[in-house]
């Protein structure tokens, strides 16, 4: 791949053209004129399939506020969508500075310069496509048999909705009962596709940084090498370093024009680490190299390390709202599971209520038991090995500060 190739926003192709569909990136239409329609269609469709479906589902939990079953029934999806909503307004809000951030990621200073460059970044973005495909296929997948379960679930002989929703209509007869189901699973597959869609942008675009920073560590490593290229410019700026920038392009154009360009470019690149490794015995390694250009490689170095860390902290600036509601959402869904699975201790006191003294031993022998086992607490098992609880999250905090300082006394002592 060459730099006329290179187009990291296909990283995010996916994302942005569902995005797109979902009526919230009028960027993916080109077209002037259908811009305009665009945003009556960016009006109209998030809030048919997000707005109104959020607002019935915050009437049903009103509803159902002092039933504590249904109400847990209910909470799940509710804390879910406050996050997406927190998710989908920040891109409302900043959708103008979001489009210059992808627009950020084609500039010179973010351009990679060398084939090793072009790996890895082309790996960044192969993981960040992976991810998109692998998180929508999940929640798509997820989505479906959650939506069309009740359909073959026979227990309630009642038309029964996928998810608890208050609905003004009267359900129970056709067709209102089929427009209603189509419209929540239509509701549930966008809200499912523009979280997912999100979460992997974030992901994706941090993922993206992380690989400038492994060009940024390479460029420092490299910086006294004459083919050296400093960020946001296209050449060395040394005779010998164009020389050699000059042999391997020749050296792929070659190679993919016939199998006699591999062993050329393994030549060349022999040659000149023959030759770096002669420039680069004493400290007068690089005579070509004047204080002047030395000054400029390490301030252009500097210059993108300030810029990945602006690109990173825009990031930041537009997302934090919505990865801060995220995280609390998925604290508040454990903590209710966790308090769903409580529920079952107060067993024993159901137990002990019932008129058991009036039954004869054997019967009340039989109670004891019972009772003596529904104390027993229910816990979750990660592969069937730790328990869900605090304990295992300190001693996995614990054990993964002990690896990295582990693994940091190896480093030092190996350098």
Not at 134 to 156: N, Q
Not at 292 to 312: G, N, P, Q, Y
Not at 324 to 353: E, N, R
Request: aromatic fraction near 14%.
């Amino acid at each position: 791949m060459n730099k006329s190739e290179y187009k990291p926003v296909n990283a995010f192709k996916l994302n942005l053209t569902i995005w797109k569909y979902a009526g919230i990136w009028p960027a993916g239409v080109k077209n002037k004129s259908l811009r305009y329609i665009y945003y009556i269609y960016n009006s109209i469709s998030p809030t048919i399939w997000f707005g109104s479906f959020f607002i019935l589902q915050f009437i049903h939990i009103l509803m159902v506020i002092t039933d504590l079953e249904k109400l847990m029934h209910s909470i799940y999806l509710m804390i879910s969508y406050c996050a997406m909503a927190c998710k989908y307004h920040s891109i409302l809000w900043y959708r103008r500075r979001l489009e210059e951030l992808f627009n950020t990621l084609n500039e010179p200073i973010f351009k990679p310069r060398l084939p090793s460059h072009f790996d890895v970044m082309n790996e960044s973005m192969r993981i960040a496509r992976r991810d998109s495909i692998i998180f929508l296929s999940s929640g798509i997948c997820a989505t479906i048999f959650w939506t069309f379960w009740p359909l073959f679930d026979k227990k309630s002989e009642e038309n029964e909705l996928a998810y608890n929703m208050w609905c003004p209509l009267d359900i129970s007869r056709s067709p209102t009962f089929e427009l209603v189901y189509a419209y929540q699973t239509i509701a549930i597959t966008y809200n499912t596709m523009f979280n997912t869609m999100t979460d992997t942008v974030i992901c994706g675009l941090l993922k993206m940084m992380s690989g400038h920073l492994d060009v940024l560590i390479e460029d420092y490593g490299t910086i006294f090498e004459d083919i050296f290229i400093c960020p946001g410019e296209e050449t060395p700026r040394t005779v010998a370093g164009k020389k050699l920038m000059e042999l391997e392009n020749v050296a792929q154009e070659t190679e993919k024009q016939s199998e006699m360009g591999t062993r050329m470019k393994k030549r060349l690149v022999q040659k000149s680490s023959n030759n770096n490794s002669r420039l680069e015995i004493p400290p007068v390694i690089i005579p070509q190299i004047s204080q002047e250009d030395m000054k400029a490689r390490v301030s252009t170095c500097v210059e993108f390390a300030l810029a990945i860390e602006r690109f990173a902290n825009e990031i930041k600036d537009i997302f934090q709202a919505g990865i801060l509601v995220q995280f609390i959402a998925s604290c508040l869904i454990v903590c209710a599971s966790l308090f769903a699975l409580t529920i079952f201790s107060d067993l024993a006191d159901a137990i002990y209520t019932c008129d058991w003294t009036s039954c004869d031993e054997r019967f009340r022998r039989s109670m004891d038991i019972i009772m003596s086992r529904s104390q027993k607490p229910v816990i979750l098992l990660i592969g069937g090995l730790f328990s869900l609880s605090v304990e295992t999250f300190i001693s996995i905090l614990k054990s993964a500060y002990s690896f990295f300082m582990f693994f940091k006394e190896v480093q030092n002592m190996s350098n």
